[in-house]
């Protein structure tokens, strides 16, 4: 059997046709789609055929297409089997940490304050507690009262060779203000003064406490 080359005309239409039908290989139909936007003829040629070829649409249906979307999900994240949740291992992890956080509680050191100075009376009837921390000096009387009716115990820092100067007045159980921790050497005391306060910003009644810092 001898083939017999067709006329190129012919060979577009057929072309054009095998275009529209679908029945190209990927390599063929890129090539006509390409001749298609740059010859207006060949562009004809399968507007044409798409024209001969609606007639036949017609008679079939709208097959509507599968939907693909979960099977695609289902290949690309594939869900594993969750776990059961087991309640009783949840009861016991939360108690081996109660457990251990008791046990860190009991053997880590408590926060100290930096100092504590005592001022009493020999006899102890009258007493102030002094803490140092972090920052902070708290006096607390720890024992006896306050002063005297009309009168009020004040509170001094005295640095070595330097006059003293007033921390401020102990008319409750408790006096707390901003001050850092002093050196070694250095004296808190306390005076009686006139209810106010030392009128000349040094002690003038007696001095009936005192205790050095760092002794």
Avoid: C
């Avoid at 190129?8 to 390599?27: F, Q, S, W």
């Amino acid at each position: 059997m001898i083939d017999i080359p067709l006329p190129p005309e012919d060979e577009d239409n057929t072309l054009a046709a095998e275009y529209v039908l679908g029945v190209l290989d990927l390599a063929d139909r890129t090539a006509a789609e390409a001749r298609a936007k740059a010859e207006p003829a060949f562009a004809a040629r399968i507007a044409a055929w798409e024209q001969n070829f609606a007639e036949l649409n017609e008679g079939y249906a709208d097959a509507p297409a599968p939907n693909l979307l979960p099977q695609i999900e289902a290949r690309l994240f594939p869900q594993t089997a969750r776990p059961q949740f087991n309640w009783f291992r949840l009861f016991r992890a939360a108690g081996l940490l109660a457990a251990l956080l008791l046990a860190l509680a009991l053997v880590m050191p408590r926060n100290a304050p930096d100092f504590v100075a005592r001022l009493a009376t020999k006899d102890a009837t009258l007493a102030y507690e002094a803490r140092f921390d972090d920052g902070r000096l708290t006096v607390t009387r720890v024992a006896g009262g306050s002063a005297e009716s009309g009168r009020v115990h004040q509170l001094w820092i005295i640095a070595p060779g330097e006059a003293p100067i007033s921390l401020g007045l102990l008319a409750g159980m408790d006096l707390t203000l901003d001050y850092p921790l002093p050196p070694p050497g250095w004296l808190l005391a306390v005076s009686v003064e006139p209810e106010g306060g030392s009128p000349s910003g040094l002690p003038t009644g007696p001095v009936i406490l005192s205790a050095q810092v760092g002794a």
